[in-house]
Nanobody, 120 residues
Framework: QVQLAESGGGLVQAGGSLRLSCAAS????????MGWFRQAPGKEREFVAL????????DYADSVKGRFTISRDNAKNTVYLQMNSLKPEDTAVYYC?????????????WGQGTQVTVSS
């Protein structure tokens, strides 16, 4: 079965950077859309960024555009989220997700999450 495993979260000061990784296994991802979501305390889970594996097309939430970059390494089946100029409001648990268009485009697969904490 498909498994997604996030890593790279941690503590960082405002203005700093982190790179999150999402290692994908157990499936064929060439036609998938990959995404990053986050959930802050007391808030609903929100979209952060997405990438189409085959073409590399990307999209971002307005709140992170210009600061975050989603990318992939096809050979390693890994998706990255480079986060620069971090702000305290970026503090959240970050989740990797996979969307299979052949199954209706739902976010069927999720990682366990990795905590990102940005101090003031």
């Amino acid at each position: 079965q498909v498994q997604l495993a996030e890593s790279g979260g941690g503590l960082v000061q405002a203005g700093g950077s982190l790179r999150l990784s999402c290692a994908a296994s157990g499936g064929t991802f060439s036609t998938y859309v990959m995404g990053w979501f986050r959930q802050a305390p007391g808030k609903e889970r929100e979209f952060v960024a997405l990438l189409s594996w085959r073409r590399g097309d990307t999209d971002y939430a307005d709140s992170v555009k210009g600061r975050f970059t989603i990318s992939r390494d096809n050979a390693k089946n890994t998706v990255y989220l480079q986060m620069n100029s971090l702000k305290p409001e970026d503090t959240a648990v970050y989740y990797c997700a996979a969307n299979d268009p052949g199954r209706g485009g739902a976010w069927h697969y999720w990682g366990q999450g990795t905590q990102v904490t940005v101090s003031s």
